[in-house]
């Protein structure tokens, strides 16, 4: 299948300092990746929809101004957690979808959890 | 708003038996359905997708059925080994197509005892 690499695996960083994560998809091009965030003992959530050459599409509840995404290449987007503070302590992690024999895989890569002090 | 259940919650069973995952969705409008597997703290590993227009996908001892009219989906993992244990996902993509992001379960967190 597909290969999604996403790093870093772990960052711990101070309070009030940012983030930045990227995902890049390996042996394809994304024109559309997708970021999730998971809380301890909970369901991966959709935070947005990240396109390549445009603004990302934020879901419901999720601040833009706070995560801020890139994504300048049809192989990189990247997820940049501005001002961080403890309850963004999370496990964050990427997506892409690829296309193949008449439908779309979804395909994830390693996932960033993030600790803040 | 698409909502994703699995059901158990959690699940402990000696090798070598045969079991079944439960997922069920609210809105039957899905372009496809992928059951994941997670390990602690790691990535998500894809195992079967199913189009919106099959029933089932079968892979070595794993096999997905999809009833689409009635919003359930069930994985089928045969003759159970310790490796097994992980936490299965259930996510279903909208109508939409490869534009949609997923909607996922809470999961099913899987210990098969040696």
């Known amino acids: 299948g597909a290969v999604v690499s996403q790093h870093p695996s772990r960052v711990i960083c101070k309070s009030g300092t940012s983030v930045k994560i990227e995902c890049r998809s390996l042996d394809f091009q994304a024109t559309t990746m997708f970021w999730y965030r998971q809380f301890p003992k909970q369901s991966l959530m959709l935070m947005a929809t990240s396109n390549e050459g445009s603004k990302a599409t934020y879901e419901q509840g999720v601040e833009k101004d706070k995560f801020l995404i890139n994504h300048a290449s049809l192989t990189l987007s990247t997820l940049t957690v501005t001002s961080a503070h403890p309850e963004d302590s999370s496990f964050y992690i990427c997506s892409a979808r690829f296309q193949l024999l008449g439908t779309t895989e979804a395909f994830f890569g390693q996932g960033t959890r993030l600790t803040v002090v | 708003k698409q909502e994703v259940t699995q059901i158990p919650a959690a699940l402990s069973v000696p090798e070598g038996e045969n079991l079944v995952l439960n997922c069920s969705f609210t809105?039957?409008?899905?372009?496809?359905l992928q059951w994941f597997r997670q390990d602690p703290g790691k990535g998500l590993t894809s195992l079967l997708l199913?189009?919106?227009?099959?029933r089932e996908q079968t892979s070595g001892r794993l096999n997905a059925s999809l009833d689409k009219s009635s919003g359930r989906s069930t994985l089928y993992i045969a003759a159970s080994q310790p490796g097994d244990s992980a936490t299965y996902l259930c996510a279903v993509s909208g109508s939409g197509g490869g534009a949609d992001g997923l909607t996922f379960g809470k999961g099913t967190h899987l210990i098969i005892q040696p």
């Open positions: 199913i189009q919106s227009s099959q």
């Open positions: 809105d039957s409008a899905i372009y496809n």
